[in-house]
């Protein structure tokens, strides 16, 4: 029983050394060398279809076409603050008839603005209302608005027409001129620059005998061959 237990004992002995050994060995011969530069390179992401990114349309060509309908669907996120009917009473946030051209943190009777809107100056322009419905603490940090803003451009506009329909009735400003071009010129046809037809070339064949030729292959033929 103790020569089976010392000869079992003895191959898994050599079992380790040989595995020992081939681990040695087989480090020596693979060795693996730390890379100069860890990570691997990651190449950015491109637009789908590898162009450039659309250009941004100005804000005045969006409120130049901005629809009040749908502005009063975007106003109903207002409307847990604020009324906008004539004479209707201020709630959490003051009533907005007629806002459009008023002082900025004024002009609003029975309301307390913030100090951050009574210190801004100026009047509620489409523009100021603009950047104000973007980011209101962005616009006047501050202030008790706590309403996050509206990040799409065309919902703004949609709102500030719907705004401006109640009361105020500004006229809204004209889309830019570069963008009016812009529009015309991506429907109209491309230009062909290549040589146009010239007008007024007889056919040969129609020339009564002797008649001058307007074609110049037909007068160098004639200067050569003057009997023909």
């Known amino acids: 029983m103790d020569n089976r237990t010392n000869t079992i004992a003895g191959w898994i002995l050599a079992a380790c050394v040989a595995a020992l050994g081939l681990s040695i060995a087989s ?8 890379p100069e530069k860890m990570g691997y390179p990651v190449k950015s992401a491109e637009p ?3 162009g450039a990114a659309a250009p941004e349309v100005p804000f005045a060509t969006l409120l130049a076409s901005a629809d009040p309908d749908k502005g009063k669907q975007v106003f109903n996120k207002c409307a847990a603050c604020h009324t906008i009917n004539q004479g209707g009473p ?30 801004k ?14 980011s209101p603490r962005k616009f006047a940090p501050g202030t008790k608005m706590t309403f996050a803003g509206l990040p799409k451009a065309q919902d703004r506009a949609d709102v500030i027409a719907y705004l401006n329909a109640q009361g105020s009735n500004l006229p809204l400003p004209k889309a830019p001129e570069k963008a009016i071009a812009g529009a ?20 040969r064949a ?12 037909a ?6 061959h003057p009997g023909d």
């Open 27 to 34: 480090g020596m011969i693979f060795h693996e060398e730390k």
């Open 48 to 50: 789908e279809g590898g």
């Open 90 to 119: 201020n709630g959490i946030g003051p009533n907005l008839y007629a806002t459009v051209g008023d002082p900025i943190g004024h002009g609003k009777r029975g309301f307390a603005f913030s100090d951050a809107l009574k210190n």
């Open 121 to 134: 100056g100026g009047n509620w322009t489409f523009d100021q209302l603009n950047e104000w419905l973007t």
């Open 184 to 203: 015309d010129n991506a429907d109209a046809p491309a230009n062909d620059s290549g040589p146009l037809p010239t007008a007024g070339i007889q056919n």
């Open 206 to 217: 129609t020339l009564a005998p002797g008649a001058p030729s307007n074609d110049p292959q």
């Open 219 to 224: 007068a160098v033929q004639a200067a050569k």
